[in-house]
């Protein structure tokens, strides 16, 4: 779980820096894009990490 506050803190921070670049456009862009994929990735993991904690918990309560 604290891996994961660690990424998101990661993400808002890349995100602020993103938001205070405003005389370079493309790199603005680039950087949100960047970020876009990088949070993705992320919410996939945690969907994956909750359904095998999903299964687990059913094989153990079975």
Known sequence: MYCFKET???L???STAAERITNNVPMVQTIDQFIGAV???FQAQQIR???E??????ATNA
């Open 53 to 58: 904690i999903q299964e687990q918990t059913k």
């Open 39 to 41: 949070s993705d990735q």
């Open 8 to 10: 998101r803190d990661a």
């Open 49 to 51: 990490i909750q359904r």
């Open 12 to 14: 808002d921070q890349l």
